[in-house]
């Protein structure tokens, strides 16, 4: 089955709101990274959380990750409309593979 | 910050033709660039890996002699479509590996095929 699942796949909220999408995988990995992608344009990274590490901030974003469930959350704080895109969690495939999996995608509406 | 363009962004072809697209990292070396597929709604499939000076890695299930990978150099790989139909019909997106190991996108291509 495919690794990095974000849950839940559509999340439609008010500004000023903090949204929460969560992510599961389920291999090994070495890092695990969070992107956001525009309707019909490119993936722009957020940031990387090594599997070290539980929890990481950038400005309004915090990731945590909880490697014996698998699984990793990004939570957007006091929401903006211009934070309303598609967020895509992404897996390393292990091994030293190059290859990043990239989960389904969570579609994200904040409303002015 | 590091760009990757991709060009062009859309294109409209008939069934039959070749589509080529072009992957450029604009200031930085990418000796790995990466090439996606993406439906409606849906994530991001890895197609293939290219490497520079060599033959691209190609996942299961993507026909290497359908869709043709050149990784010329550093900065540039290129995917042609050949004999497009219209279930050719997606999203394509390349990625370009810095010296870092950090990934950036190209913005995307949007191929329909009549």
């Known amino acids: 089955s495919q690794q990095g699942e974000e849950d839940p796949q559509a999340l439609s909220i008010q500004e000023g709101e903090n949204a929460t999408m969560n992510c599961s995988y389920k291999t090994s990995i070495n890092n695990l990274q969070w992107y956001r992608q525009n309707s019909g344009r490119g993936l722009v990274h957020l940031i990387l959380i090594r599997s070290n590490e539980r929890e990481k901030h950038s400005g309004r974003l915090r990731v945590t990750l909880d490697t014996s469930k698998k699984s990793s959350s990004l939570l957007i704080t006091a929401s903006r409309a211009a934070d309303t895109a598609s967020y895509f969690c992404?897996?390393?495939?292990?091994?030293?593979?190059?290859?990043?999996?990239f989960g389904k995608g969570m579609k994200l509406t904040v409303n002015p | 910050g590091a760009v990757v363009s991709q060009h062009p962004s859309w294109v409209i072809c008939k069934s039959g033709t070749s589509v080529k697209i072009e992957c450029r990292s604009l200031?930085?070396?990418?000796?790995?660039m990466f090439w996606y597929r993406q439906f409606p709604k849906q994530s991001l499939m890895l197609m293939a890996t290219?490497?520079?000076?060599?033959?691209?890695?190609?996942e299961q299930g993507v026909e290497k002699d359908k869709f043709l990978i050149n990784h010329a150099s550093l900065t540039l790989s290129t995917l042609t479509v050949t004999s497009a139909h219209p279930e050719d019909s997606s999203f394509y997106i390349c990625?370009?590996?810095?010296?870092?190991?950090?990934?950036?996108f190209g913005s995307g291509t949007q191929l329909s095929v009549l």
């Open positions: 990625s370009a590996r810095s010296v870092n190991e950090k990934l950036f």
């Open positions: 992404a897996t390393d495939a292990g091994g030293g593979s190059e290859k990043l999996v």
């Open positions: 200031d930085f070396q990418a000796t790995t």
């Open positions: 290219s490497n520079e000076g060599s033959k691209a890695t190609y």
